[in-house]
């Protein structure tokens, strides 16, 4: 059974850190490339960070450039997000992802909330 639970969520002032957790079962994981999307409600959910299989890749959306560094560890199933110089406007419910075969899985997510 495809799982992935999300955890690290939590408040944290404007120009804090925060490192977000994903952990994975129920697929080949080191075979996998993962992503990191964040979502408000009435928008759409947006894709910030990618990572390949074995980490050697990654990709950020314009909106975390710099800011945000995405990471996994595959003896543990593990991927991360690590979150620093927050702003309010990355208060969001952050999911992991992938993609396989056609379906998209996601795990339940986890709330950032940025504000002083």
């Known amino acids: 059974q495809v799982q992935l639970v999300e955890s690290g969520g939590g408040l944290v002032q404007p120009g804090g850190s925060l490192t977000l957790s994903c952990v994975a079962s129920g697929f080949a994981f080191s075979e996998t490339a993962m992503r990191w999307y964040r979502e408000n409600p009435g928008k759409e959910r947006e894709r910030i960070a990618y990572i390949t299989s074995g980490g050697e890749v990654t990709h950020y959306a314009d909106s975390v450039k710099g800011r945000f560094t995405i990471s996994r560890d595959n003896s543990k199933k593990m991927v991360y997000l690590q979150m620093s110089s927050l702003k309010p406007n990355d208060t969001a419910m952050y999911y992991c992802?992938?993609?396989?075969?056609?379906?998209?899985?996601w795990g339940q997510g986890t709330q950032v909330t940025v504000e002083s």
């Open positions: 992802n992938f993609w396989l075969l056609g379906t998209n899985y």
